[in-house]
């Protein structure tokens, strides 16, 4: 199927209040043009060079997402246009965020990356640095960044209990945080391989790139 079918028939499957983020890492400015032409606004990349590169040739109006694992001294190139940073996983990449937000003057939306696999290789937080860094109220004074909500992947397998397990950790996790932060509202979780699952578990917001794209040759 062709990209701009592939993104009509995934819209069918996911409700409207659910953020479909077009992951477009490692493919080529026709490509994501053509889901532009489709409509889609947002992508999401996960190298920063990457992102900034497409952010200056490509149309002004997408909303481009930094879904991987960010470098803190890459944070400045994209300080100035980055609409959401999912993946932040330590209050030094926070606090380096706040600084070049402010430099730019604005403030940068992100969301906290939560370790819910099995696999080690997987950054975030865990629940008790997650409670440690809410109780701290460090939060409050990083003005130029603005906690939007939480981000996880679950372990990579083809088991879907155990995905639904790790989705259900991380929905339950979100709105307990939702009380005692109230404005958040984003809980960015599913990729192509179990976005159905990530939806039933509350997800607002699926980052799905082959299921859209095709494989990807490199990652
Ligand atoms: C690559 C990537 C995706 C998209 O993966 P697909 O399986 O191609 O949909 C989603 N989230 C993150 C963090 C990624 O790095």
């Known amino acids: 199927m062709s990209i701009s079918a592939n993104i009509k028939s995934i819209k069918t499957k996911i409700p409207e209040n659910v953020t479909l983020v077009a992951v477009s890492k490692t493919k080529s400015y026709n490509e994501i043009l053509e889901a532009y032409h489709a409509g889609q606004r947002v992508f999401g990349e996960n190298k920063i060079q990457e992102m900034t590169q497409k952010w200056s040739e490509l ?81 409050q004074e990083l003005e130029h960044v603005q906690i939007k909500g939480l981000m996880g992947m679950a372990t990579f397998t083809e088991n879907a209990k155990q995905i639904r397990k790790e989705f259900k950790t991380l929905g339950a996790m979100y709105r307990a945080l939702r009380k005692e932060l109230p404005d958040i509202t984003e809980l960015s979780m599913g990729m192509s391989g179990d976005y159905p699952i990530a939806i039933e578990e509350g997800s607002t917001m699926v980052r799905i790139g082959s299921s859209i794209f095709g494989a990807r040759n490199k990652t």
């Open 59 to 139: 149309p002004k109006d997408i909303e481009w997402h930094m879904i991987g694992h960010v470098q803190r001294n890459k944070v400045k190139y994209m300080a100035a246009y980055v609409a959401l940073i999912h993946g932040v996983d330590s209050l030094k990449l926070l606090k380096e965020i706040n600084k070049q937000a402010k430099k730019v003057q604005r403030v940068v939306p992100c969301l906290l990356q939560i370790h819910i696999a099995e696999e080690e290789t997987k950054f975030g937080f865990d629940r008790e640095e997650l409670k440690a860094l809410i109780d701290s109220r460090v939060l």
